[in-house]
């Protein structure tokens, strides 16, 4: 990786995302679907065009190819699918189980590989002073101990994903029953949107908070710098 960072990027405003990729499309499938008002395939072709084109000019603003955005336009165009092809509402719940679960088999297989995605989440040059930080696990003969906390951190991270993709796939089976192409259908997918968010999204953002919180103290312990220390300053 180049000693110099690439220039940092805005990530954009959390609530507007939020209402965006949720909220809008929610009210849209919940709302719109019947036929006095747009109908049930182009509710639901508009209401995806949302996170759709969100994430797009999300990859275009930090000109960089991400996994995570990318899914994400995978698992909004494949909805769409399933709604133009009236598959049956199960082949729905397999979708949203499917997308966390490849990203948790990603974070296993890259913890085998050179890339590590624990790396490039949280131990990466953008946030901390790698070299300061590998120099005093070095100095201190904690390098292997350092590593053994990330391997750690790496399950705790799959597993998080898991819960989620569990999660998802219950949640879908239990609120999506109706048979896809339909009005029925459009505000089942509205409503599972809408809890998706409080029920499995923030679930999964406080278990990852928490990992990072993990992975700070063990680094904190075993280099002897304080957080502050090992941030870096741009």
Same mark, same amino acid.
């Given at each position: 990786? &180049? %000693? ?12 507007? @995302?939020?209402?965006?990729s949720?909220?809008?499309?929610? !009210? ?10 747009? *109908?049930?395939?182009? %509710? ?17 603003? #930090?000109? #960089? $190819?991400?996994?995570?955005?990318? /899914? ?8 769409? *699918?399933? *709604?133009?092809?009236? /598959? ?7 979708? @949203? ?9 990603? !974070? ?14 949280v131990?990466?040059?953008? !946030? ?17 101990a $350092?590593?053994? #906390?990330?391997? &750690? ?5 799959? *597993?998080?994903?898991?819960? &989620? ?14 048979? &896809?192409?339909? @009005? ?9 949107t809408?809890?998706? =968010? ?15 919180? =993990?992975l ?12 502050? @220390?090992?941030? #870096?300053?741009?």
């Open positions: 990786m &180049s %000693a110099s960072p690439p220039p940092r990027r805005d990530a954009g405003n959390p609530l507007v @995302e939020v209402l965006v949720i909220v809008v499309p929610a !009210v849209i499938l919940m709302k719109f679907s019947g036929d006095q008002h747009l *109908g049930a395939l182009p %509710a639901l072709l508009v209401a995806l065009a949302f996170p759709l084109g969100w994430g797009v000019a999300d990859l275009v603003r #930090r000109q #960089r $190819f991400g996994l995570v955005p990318a /899914l994400g336009i995978v698992s909004t165009l494949l909805t769409g *699918g399933i *709604g133009l092809l009236a /598959l049956d509402s199960r082949w729905l719940a397999i979708k @949203e189980a499917a997308v966390p679960g490849l990203i948790g088999l990603a !974070v296993l297989v890259s913890s085998r590989t050179r890339w590590p995605l624990i790396r490039m989440l131990f990466n040059r953008q !946030v901390l002073d790698v070299d300061k930080v590998e120099a005093q696990l070095a100095a201190r003969g904690n390098v292997q $350092f590593e053994a #906390r990330l391997r &750690s951190g790496t399950l705790l991270l799959a *597993g998080t994903f898991f819960f &989620s993709s569990a999660m998802n796939y219950a949640l879908a089976r239990w609120i999506v029953t109706s048979p &896809s192409g339909t @009005e029925a259908f459009n505000a089942e997918l509205g409503r599972l809408l809890l998706s =968010y409080p029920v499995i999204a923030l679930p999964s953002m406080a278990m990852m908070i928490a990992i990072v919180v =993990y700070a103290r063990g680094a904190r312990r075993l280099t002897g710098l304080t957080v502050t @220390e090992m941030l #870096r300053h741009h």
